[in-house]
């Protein structure tokens, strides 16, 4: 690490900057950060305690009350002079083995390891005496006698022996002298006493190497500046007034001040001891910034419930005449219109007659279409299955004539003597084309003529378009004679088939098709033609009909098309009606809500506007209410009612004076307390004076822990009634296993009563007492003597004493709130009335406290129906008025807030 040197700054600025610079690296790495102000005060004591660090062997100590600073400016000059700060952890089995085990790390971190080392001790932390003769040993001498044991003895010489001059022959016992003369460079003793008592007087008597060997820094009370410049510092981000925030920082100023002179007086007359401490001032200080925040937004919360509560009553009442208004101009709108819809309806009825008896005769029409157009459909199909049997095979016909080449027809025509199959496939084709066959002698001699069709066929074929002729041939029309021809003389042939004709000749085999083709589409044709007639007659009888059909839907379309428009005309008419209807609706039912609400919470009008202004003027008092009730929290505990009430008319008239606008009735229970909760405590057992509510009223408030001194068992009393229900631990610091109970409280945040302790506190405690929390792992921890364990939000704390006058040192006094409870005249006024009661007429002392409890019951319930009645009022979006269930639900909760007041007036 660098060296860092002491040196003298000129610079007072430049020093406090440096330190502050410091202070905020301290803060980086350190797991506890330290929230200090360096002003003045601070400056000079971690410059007095480091110039002592840096000297070989330097010890201070450091006498001041708790709560002083000694602790926090040790470990920051600690820091600047890279020393390492060792304080004992006291437990409740804390004892003379682990002080010496603790003593035994700190010099063999010194001494062994060369390391500087601050030991810091406390005089709370003495449970033996015997600890402070170590410490003077190790103030004189630097070791502490037979402390280690042999073999931890050669330990240490084994640590220092390579820190030993080179070359010479040194001996154990030069080597442990080695070892201790650098635990006495190395080591430093910061002892924090109290001047307070008869023990530091006999300390310092006894053990006087304590003063000898020590340099000695008192830590006196802050000054004035100090407080005004630590005052300014955590007061920075309130929001104040510029004006403001300088008289509030003399008010706290004059708090710390005047309650020392008050704590003096206090002892003078009831022999009560009583410090104020730098700790008290920065609980004032915390205790004011989340107090103020709290108490504003309470109060802005609350007034503007109150005033949107207004807001909605005046507006109600602002609408009744404008909707009376409304009503009267849409009555005749609704009959006007309620008319004219009935009118509509009877035009409708009407043309929808005509439409129903259109619609009949299109419908009479449309079956007469439809059947025809079923029965032409009939004959259409049967005509297209019958040529479905003929056109196949023609197209195949057709298909085998592209087939054929003009060269195939040459072959047939160059046949000098063509087979008979060739010649009947010709003699059928002339035939079909009607060619006349000629006249030949008969070839078997006879001397007679023969019909002849070759001579005319070879002809036939010498015609370029012969193929063509037969692709184009009529055949619609074919001669019946023809026809009869083919079917007498070839189609009955059996060797008129195209597979016996193919061997003769391929182009003979397409002819035979052809032919064949064309015999079947001419007998299926003959058929069909009927058919097609019959067919043709139903489509045209039918295009007749649909002509008609569609001039009768062309009307019955214009007629439709008419009462469309007019159920439009009926729905519009209809919808506006509707509206009407429902606005109508909506405006008398509003209306009957207005009446409804105004009825119900109109009477709450005065005392809201009241309260609305009683918040208002509470709001402008809250800077000062909250900053004297923030210093009785502080301050004012451990007084009795007539100081504490000395004190707070002095600061309210101071506070009038430095122009701090505060109620001039200031009450801390009315400042910071609530009815409810306060009549709760009372049933709890709490006494009803002004000093015990107050005294409650800390409890609630405070940011530390309360130690009740209550020598009657007032406190202890209430706080087991009002923690009955949560399951509340009662332990007491004599209990063997209170350590264990008060750890399980903290891990699931049961509370705790801690009665009947002493002037002392057990040392375990203190990180309890100081909230000492951290996170580890993502949970809130603290640490309990030798246990880590997950502190809980919910855990409460109640320390109690049965100490009639107690004199707890500064070291105590710092680290929980004190309070009086001992019993005030009102209360013991109050108390043996009751006994008396209980005593002479029991039924009554019952009664009582019947009626007590049922009291608190109704007060609880009607606060609860009006926060939820503001709570209704306040959430209501736009027009309450159009929200029937948060009309019902709050005229519900005015009636039976009613009902409830009725009772308490009984």
């Known amino acids: 690490s660098e060296q860092r040197l002491y040196k003298e700054l000129a610079d007072r600025e430049g020093l406090k900057r440096t330190i502050e610079a410091q202070l905020e690296e301290y803060n980086q790495v350190n797991k506890n950060p330290m929230n200090l102000v360096i002003f003045k005060y601070v400056l000079e004591h971690v410059a007095r305690i480091t110039r002592v660090l840096k000297q070989p062997g330097g010890h201070c100590l450091l006498v001041g009350v708790g709560g002083s600073g000694r602790q926090s400016t040790t470990r920051l000059a600690a820091y600047l002079s890279g020393s390492t700060v060792f304080q004992p952890e006291i437990t409740k089995s804390y004892g003379t083995v682990e002080w010496r085990d603790d003593l035994k790390a700190t010099l063999r971190a010194a001494g062994g390891k060369g390391e500087p080392m601050v030991f810091l001790f406390n005089d709370t932390q003495i449970k033996d005496e015997s600890f402070l ?7 004189n001498s630097g070791e502490v006698p037979n402390l280690f044991a042999v073999d931890e003895r050669q330990e240490l010489i084994e640590m220092v022996r390579p820190h030993a001059p080179k070359g010479e022959n ?155 208004r409304d009503l009267e101009l ?38 007469v279409a439809n059947d025809q157009a079923t029965k032409a459909k009939a004959l259409k199909d049967e ?76 002809k036939m074929l010498g015609d370029m378009k012969f193929l063509e002729s037969l692709k184009t041939y009529d055949r619609d029309n074919i001669p019946a ?49 009927p058919k097609k007639e019959a067919l043709k007659g139903a489509e045209e009888s039918l295009n007749e009909t649909m002509s008609r059909l569609n001039q009768k839907k062309a009307e019955m379309k214009e007629v439709e098309d008419r009462l469309a428009a007019l159920k439009q005309q009926l729905v519009e008419m209809t919808d506006k009606k509707a509206r009407l209807e429902l606005q109508v609706d909506s405006c008398s039912k509003q209306l009957v809500r207005a009446e409804q609400l105004i009825g119900s919470l109109g009477t709450e009008k005065e005392r809201w506007t009241s309260t609305a202004n009683t918040l208002n003027q509470q709001y402008i008092n809250v800077t000062g209410d909250v900053l004297i009730s923030s210093a009785v929290i502080a301050y004012l505990g451990a007084f009795t009612s007539t100081f504490r009430e000395d004190a707070v008319r002095g600061w309210v008239l101071l506070c009038k004076e430095k122009h701090i606008p505060c109620a001039a009735d200031f009450s801390l229970s009315k400042t910071l307390g609530d009815p409810i909760t306060i009549r709760a405590w009372n049933i709890a057992g709490l ?27 007032q406190a202890n009393k209430w706080v087991k009634n009002l923690e009955k229900e949560n399951k509340l631990a009662v332990i007491k610091l004599s209990d063997s296993d209170y350590v264990r109970t008060l750890e399980n409280c903290v891990q699931f945040g049961t509370p705790v009563l801690l009665e009947n302790v002493g002037e002392e506190l057990d040392p375990l405690l203190e990180p309890l007492l100081l909230k000492q929390t951290f996170k580890s792992g993502g949970a809130i921890c603290i ?47 109050d108390q043996l009335l009751g006994i008396v009661v209980a005593k002479e007429r029991p039924e009554l002392e019952e009664e009582k406290n019947q009626l007590i409890l049922q009291s608190a019951a109704n007060k609880k319930q009607l606060k609860e129906i009006e926060d939820k009645i503001l709570e209704i009022l306040s959430s209501a979006e736009g027009n309450i008025l159009e929200d029937e269930t948060a009309i019902q639900v709050l005229s519900s909760s005015k009636t039976l807030s009613n009902e409830i007041s009725e009772k308490q007036m009984v």
């Open 133 to 139: 003769e170590d410490i003077g040993n190790l103030l």
């Open 170 to 324: 040194i001996s154990s016992m030069g080597l442990f002298s080695l070892f201790v003369d650098r635990c006495r460079r190395n080591l430093h003793v910061m002892l924090c006493m109290s001047p307070i008592g008869d023990a530091f007087r006999t300390r310092l008597r006894q053990y006087p190497s304590l003063v000898n060997c020590c340099t000695i820094d008192w830590f006196q009370a802050w000054p004035a500046a100090g407080l005004r410049v630590v005052a300014s510092r955590f007061l920075r981000d309130v929001e104040l007034a510029d004006g403001e925030r300088h008289a509030v920082v003399e008010m706290c100023q004059h708090f710390h001040e005047s309650t020392t002179q008050l704590s003096t007086l206090f002892a003078e007359r009831l022999g009560r001891q009583n410090y104020v401490t730098p700790t008290s001032f920065l609980q004032l200080i915390m205790a004011l910034k989340d107090l103020l925040d709290k108490k504003r937004g309470e109060i802005v919360k609350q007034q503007r419930r109150y005033e949107n509560g207004l807001e909605k009553l005046q507006f109600a009442a602002s609408q009744v005449a404008i909707m009376q």
């Open 330 to 367: 849409l009555q005749p709108q609704l009959i006007q219109t309620s008319k004219e819809t009935e009118d509509m309806m009877v035009v409708i009825e009407k043309e929808g007659v005509q439409v129903e008896a259109k619609s009949k005769v299109v419908k009479a029409e449309e079956a």
């Open 383 to 458: 005509c297209e299955s019958d040529l479905a049997e003929a056109l196949p095979a023609l197209e195949a016909a057709l298909a085998a004539l592209d087939t054929l080449k003009q060269a195939d027809i040459t072959v047939v025509k160059s046949m000098k003597s063509p087979p008979a199959a060739v010649k009947m496939v010709m003699e059928s084709v002339c035939i079909m084309k009607e060619i006349k066959p000629e006249k030949v002698p008969n070839p078997s001699g006879s001397g007679d003529k023969v019909l002849d069709y070759w001579g005319p066929a070879k």
């Open 481 to 529: 004679a023809v026809m009869k021809k083919i079917r007498a003389d070839y189609i009955t042939n059996p060797d008129f088939i195209p597979e016996k004709i193919r061997t003769a000749s391929s182009a003979a085999e397409g002819l035979c098709k052809w032919v064949r083709a064309l015999e079947v589409y001419d007998r299926v044709a003959k058929v069909v033609g």
């Open 687 to 713: 006494p009803s004076d002004t000093l015990s509510i107050d005294n409650g009223v800390i409890v609630a408030n405070s940011r530390r822990w309360p130690l009740m001194i209550d020598p009657q068992g």
């Open 783 to 829: 640490r309990l003597g030798d246990s880590t364990i997950e502190y809980s939000q919910d855990f409460r704390l109640y320390i109690t004493t049965k100490l009639r006058n107690p004199h707890y040192l500064p070291e105590t006094s710092t680290k929980v709130t004190l309070l009086n409870f001992m019993i005030t005249p009102e209360g013991l006024g």
